[in-house]
């Protein structure tokens, strides 16, 4: 299966500098409404799995190692979610809005198209891990960004037509619950060696459970469905009768930060302000 995921992928992803643009147009206009991706984690894994083809400048060369495989696929299939993302973005954007080789999204868009067929491959690759039994952060990040996809993209359907997003939804809950984000990952110091090998890991499940319950109270409120007690989840998350809750979770946020970043603190408040 590794093998032939290998070859599939190197024959559809376009070049690394189209690769940039895109990934740079989802940091720019996507990720500031769907801030689930751990950044750090993801570029640096792609720099150590992508590269360009010595013998053609415009094929792609995966070299995936013998160490870290199942992350390294995780996180190729994050690339292919975004990209697809970034080119439903990149369709709405009029022309002359970007620089260097490209001189309109539509141009972007035209000459290197994201298929339909990446959210698939990323599926199959989803299952092929075995999920349900294997889940972890990275899995959840590409469930909710393919929960996104389904959602905003009009030609594959909406809340109400052809498309269970409610049922996506579930699995995310379930999966969310099983690797215990529903409680601030301070409470578990298993994780404080993880966090050692992987810095950014206590804020990026934070963000993460944020998005859960979004992701619930958006499928609960227009399909009518309560699968999950909102309050209930927040309170074992941070304790929601603190007269200034927010205050109190930014604090851990800023705790467990390698550096100090108003962008990064504003994507958590506005995660916060739409999960209550």
């Known amino acids: 299966f ?17 690769l940039k643009e895109y990934k740079d147009h989802f940091y720019e206009n996507v990720f500031p409404n769907l801030p689930f991706l751990n950044v750090a984690s993801f570029e640096n ?6 590269f360009e083809d010595e013998n053609d400048s415009s094929r792609v060369k995966i070299r995936l190692g013998s160490s ?49 067929g990446y959210i698939v491959m990323v599926e ?12 972890n952060e990275n899995i959840l990040t590409c469930l909710l960004y393919i929960w996104s996809f389904f959602v905003y993209y009009p030609e594959e359907g909406d809340f109400f037509l052809e498309h269970p997003t409610d049922v996506l939804g579930g699995l995310i809950v379930m999966l969310a619950t ?3 984000l529903h409680r601030d990952p301070s409470e578990y110091p298993q994780l404080e ?18 998005a859960v319950i979004t992701t619930v109270s958006f499928e609960s409120c227009l399909k009518g469905r309560y699968p999950l007690s909102l309050e209930e989840s927040m309170n074992h998350f941070v304790d929601m009768r603190h007269p200034n809750a927010l205050g109190e979770y930014l ?3 800023k705790k467990d930060m390698e550096s100090p970043d108003p962008s990064f603190l504003k994507h958590f408040e506005n995660g916060f302000k739409r999960a209550i």
Not at 78 to 102: A, Y
Not at 193 to 210: D, M, Q, S, V, Y
Request: aromatic residues 6%; charged residues 20%; hydrophobic residues 45%.
């Open 193 to 210: 060696a993880i966090a050692k090998a992987e810095p950014g890991i206590f804020n990026h499940r934070r963000i993460l459970w944020l």
């Open 124 to 135: 199959n690759c989803l299952l092929a891990e075995n999920m349900y039994s294997c889940a």
């Open 251 to 253: 604090e851990r946020i």
């Open 178 to 180: 099983s690797i215990g």
């Open 45 to 50: 894994s792609l720099s150590h799995t992508l």
């Open 68 to 116: 870290r495989l199942r992350n390294k696929v995780e996180n190729i299939c994050l690339l292919l979610v975004i990209l697809k993302l970034s080119h439903i973005s990149l369709s709405f954007i009029e022309e002359g809005s970007l620089n260097d080789d490209f001189q309109s999204g539509e141009n972007l868009i035209q000459k290197y198209p994201i298929g339909n």
């Open 2 to 18: 590794l093998k032939s995921l290998i070859e599939e992928l190197e024959s559809i992803l376009p070049p690394l500098r189209v």
